[in-house]
């Protein structure tokens, strides 16, 4: 059974850091592009990055380009999000989702963790 | 970018009713690189459809996706009561990767 569980969610004040994690399972995590997906409360799904098998390929959305960096551990089973300069308008749940293809469509989806950003 | 633009935003129907929910992109998409997802309160999205028309591993044959190029559909042939939710369609045909604003459908 494949599962995501996200880590290292919580409240930040603007301008800080935070690093969220997903551990993966049930699947050869190193077989396929993964995915951060975040929604904020009452809104609906934004892409934010997604990252190769192999991590030398990496794109993100336009407001997130220079502060956010996703990466990812295969030895172990790990994939990662390092935000910075964190803004009010960051405050959502962040999903880590597991790709089918080539950075194609999401076949498997976390619980989410909620980071909120809030003085 | 390519934008999707969903519609309606809300549509109210009863179970057993036929529900019909559009998404239309700025631009073509190439090889119907177009997903649909289901979202419920307070859960993560679920896959539905794939390659506007193929549905996901375990997803009853009252969903249905069509389209091509820009304008694409999801029909829900008769609704049952665990269908009324949220639905997104996203295209992953090219960078960045885009979302719908969603459809909820809701029980009348």
């Known amino acids: 059974e494949v599962q995501l569980v996200e880590s290292g969610g919580g409240l930040v004040q603007p301008g800080g850091s935070l690093r969220l994690s997903c551990v993966a399972s049930?699947?050869?995590?190193?077989?396929?592009?993964m995915t951060w997906v975040r929604q904020a409360p009452g809104k609906g799904l934004e892409w934010v990055a997604n990252?190769?098998?192999?991590?030398?390929?990496?794109y993100y959305v336009d407001s997130v380009e220079g502060r956010f960096t996703i990466s990812r551990d295969n030895a172990k089973n790990s994939l990662f999000l390092q935000m910075n300069s964190l803004r009010a308008e960051d405050t959502a749940v962040y999903y880590c989702?597991?790709?089918?293809?080539?950075?194609?469509?999401?076949?498997?989806w976390g619980q989410g963790t909620l980071v909120t950003v809030s003085s | 970018e390519i934008v999707l633009t969903q519609s309606p935003g809300t549509l109210s129907l009863s179970p057993g009713e036929r529900a019909t929910l559009s998404c239309r992109a700025s631009q073509s998409i190439g090889s119907s690189y177009l997903a649909w997802y289901q979202q419920k309160p307070g859960q993560a999205p679920r896959l539905l459809i794939y390659?506007?028309?193929s549905r996901a591993t375990g997803i009853p044959d009252r969903f249905s996706g069509s389209g091509s190029g820009t304008d694409f559909t999801l029909t829900i042939s008769r609704l049952e009561p665990e269908d009324f939710a949220v639905y997104y369609c996203?295209?992953?045909?090219?960078?960045?990767?885009?979302f719908g604003q969603g459809t909820k459908v809701e029980s009348k």
């Open positions: 989702a597991k790709n089918r293809g080539s950075g194609s469509y999401v076949d498997y």
């Open positions: 049930g699947f050869t995590f190193s077989n396929y592009w």
């Open positions: 996203q295209q992953y045909g090219s960078s960045p990767r885009t």
């Open positions: 990252i190769k098998q192999d991590g030398s390929d990496r």
């Open positions: 390659g506007a028309s």
